[in-house]
């Protein structure tokens, strides 16, 4: 059996984000915020459902996973797999955002309900060892959480390093599907939470139809040549570096990976 890439954007959107399979969104957020016995969400409406991307003319819209609960508190989950300058404040703008947008400005302001943000990240960005950290508004002093409708939850996958019989927990459990499941070709033993039975279900290409494959493809080849234009900006700008303090363009070449021809075409248009 194999299974998708469950960071690519199609294949989150899928697992996360299937009107007909709200108890793999369910079993999520109640893994990751901890909730348990009456604190447990039972019912989500999804405010994204899951659309297969039209890939004629090309760009697929990256669209995150938003939800409200039977409480009518919002969530949003969020796949980053790359890391950009400026996300710790997109990330407060995006959720303080959704957290003002819940009412007009007439509205009374005891309208206004929980906002959760869940940012899955392949990529560190806290000081904190844990691959989970719950960041809320504090007094710095007192640790009084007065200031409670906002919450930023980070899960940093390279923080993540248990194997399948190391897993204790239905977090972890979670977490090592995300990470971990293009390279399995088996569901893992000890699974017995339904969500993720059916995340892994959702996830194997078998489940998948044409048209979805062929979406879940077009986003790899599209990551890859981003990842591969930032590569060949970065070099080109080590190159010019290395040019101006006097090396030759051999020495350039040799030390950036550029071939020759690249490293005189910078020269030449310097």
Known sequence: MKFVDVKNDV????????????????SFLNAVLLLENDKKIVSVDILTPYQLPALKGGKVTIVDVKAKDQSNKNYIVEMQVAEVDGFDKRVLYYASKSYSSQIDRSDLYEKLNPTFFIGILDFEVTQNKNYLSRHKIIDIETKENFVKDIEFNFIELPKFNKKENELETIIDQWIYFIKNAEDLVVIPEGIKDEGLKNAYQDAAKHNWTKDELEAYDYVLMREQDERGIVSLKVKKYIANKLLSMGLTIEKTAE????????????????
Do not use: C, P, S
């Open 255 to 270: 030390g950036t990976g550029l071939t020759i021809e690249q490293v005189i075409k910078l020269q030449t248009n310097k």
């Open 11 to 26: 294949a989150f959107r899928k697992i996360f984000g299937n009107e007909n399979r709200k108890e793999v969104l369910i």
